[in-house]
C-alpha cells in the first residue's frame, strides 16, 4: 500500500502544471478552446448550437485525453524505471494501475469542471448539462484506459505518438456513441452502457498494460 501511495504521488506531481508537456493545463485549455471556436464554425444558430453541443463536448474530451499519451509510459520505459521497479518486486501491473488513476485524475475532473462554460459557449441547457457531467464521470476513465493501453502496447515504437492518436479514437467510439447518444435520447440506458464499458475497460488496462510493458523490456 506504501508503494502505491509513493507512486501514486510521483505520478500525480509528472501530471501537475508546469512540468514538461503542460501538465493538466494543456487537455484542459485544448477543451475549453474546442467549445470557444465550435460556435464559430457551426454559425450563430442556437437550436443546432443545443442539438450538437454536448456531442462535441465529448469529441473534445476524447481529443483532451489524447494529448499526453506519448508521455504516460514511454520515458520510463527509456529511463529504466520499470527495471527498477521490477527489481524492488513491484509489478508491471501495479505500476499500470496506479499511472491510469493519475492519469484519470489529471484531466477527468478537470474536463467535468470545465464542462459548465463549455455548456454555456455551445448553448445546452442544464438537463443536457447535468446528462454531459454524468456521462463523463462514467465514461473518462474508460477512455484514461484506452489512451494507457494504447500507450503501452506502442510504448518504444517509432512515431507512438501519432500512431497512439489513431489507434485510441477507434476503440473510444463505443464510449462516444452511447455517451452522447444519451443525450439526445434523455435516457439512462446510454449512460449506464458508457458506465459498463468504461469500468470493463478499467478492469482490463493493468494486464494488457503491464503484458505489453514486460514484451517490450523483453524484446
Same mark, same amino acid.
Request: hydrophobic letters at 60%; glycine letters at 14%.
Given at each position: ?119 454555456? %459557449?455551445?448553448?445546452?441547457? @442544464?438537463?443536457? =448539462?447535468? &446528462? /454531459?457531467? #454524468?456521462?463523463?464521470? *462514467? $465514461? ?50 446510454? %449512460?449506464?452502457?458508457?458506465? @459498463?464499458?468504461? =469500468?470493463? &475497460? /478499467?478492469? #482490463?488496462?493493468?494486464? *494488457? $498494460? ?10
Amino acid at each position: 500500500m506504501k508503494g502505491f501511495g509513493s507512486l501514486l504521488l510521483r505520478d500525480l506531481a509528472r501530471f501537475t502544471p508546469g512540468t514538461r508537456g503542460g501538465g493538466t493545463l494543456l487537455p484542459l485549455l485544448f477543451f475549453l478552446a474546442v467549445a470557444m471556436l465550435y460556435p464559430f464554425a457551426i454559425g450563430p444558430n442556437p437550436v443546432l448550437l443545443a442539438q450538437t453541443g454536448g456531442g462535441v463536448i465529448w469529441v473534445a474530451a476524447l481529443l483532451a485525453a489524447i494529448l499526453p499519451l506519448d508521455r504516460l509510459l514511454a520515458p520510463d520505459v527509456e529511463q529504466g524505471f520499470f527495471d527498477q521497479w521490477a527489481l524492488r518486486g513491484i509489478a508491471e501491473e501495479m505500476v499500470v494501475a496506479v499511472r491510469l488513476l493519475a492519469h484519470w485524475l489529471s484531466f477527468g475532473p478537470f474536463l467535468m469542471l470545465a464542462a459548465v462554460p463549455a455548456s454555456a %459557449l455551445v448553448g445546452i441547457d @442544464a438537463q443536457t =448539462l447535468r &446528462l /454531459v457531467e #454524468i456521462g463523463l464521470l *462514467a $465514461g473518462t476513465p474508460g477512455l484514461a484506459a484506452i489512451g494507457i493501453i494504447i500507450a503501452s502496447v506502442t510504448v518504444g515504437l517509432r512515431g507512438s505518438a501519432a500512431l497512439s492518436g489513431l489507434l485510441v479514437i477507434p476503440f473510444a467510439v463505443p464510449l462516444l456513441i452511447f455517451g452522447a447518444g444519451a443525450l439526445s435520447t434523455g435516457g439512462s440506458g446510454g %449512460l449506464a452502457l458508457t458506465g @459498463a464499458i468504461s =469500468l470493463l &475497460l /478499467v478492469a #482490463i488496462a493493468p494486464f *494488457a $498494460g503491464g503484458a505489453a510493458i514486460r514484451a517490450a523490456r523483453e524484446g
